[in-house]
């Protein structure tokens, strides 16, 4: 699943241009970062450090 994926699945379920769709696609996955380095949700840091590096590679190349 890639961001153009995830842009083009909003923008149709929202009816937006796709610069909205992404915007709107780009401020999730930054929201789900930042709250997963903020809250970690109940993990170990290691482990949580190790996902988000993962994430933010992923996500980052389009």
């Keep these: ?3 153009a994926f ?5 923008q149709d379920s929202m009816n ?7 915007r709107a696609v780009n401020d999730m996955i930054d929201a789900i970062i930042e709250e ?6 109940g993990f170990e840091k290691p482990f949580i450090d ?3 590096r993962l994430i933010s590679g992923f996500w980052r190349v389009d």
């Design 1 to 3: 699943m890639s961001k």
């Design 16 to 22: 937006c241009t796709g610069v909205v769709a992404q």
């Design 6 to 10: 995830l842009a083009a699945v909003l």
């Design 36 to 41: 997963l380095r903020e809250e970690g949700g």
């Design 50 to 52: 190790c996902i988000l």
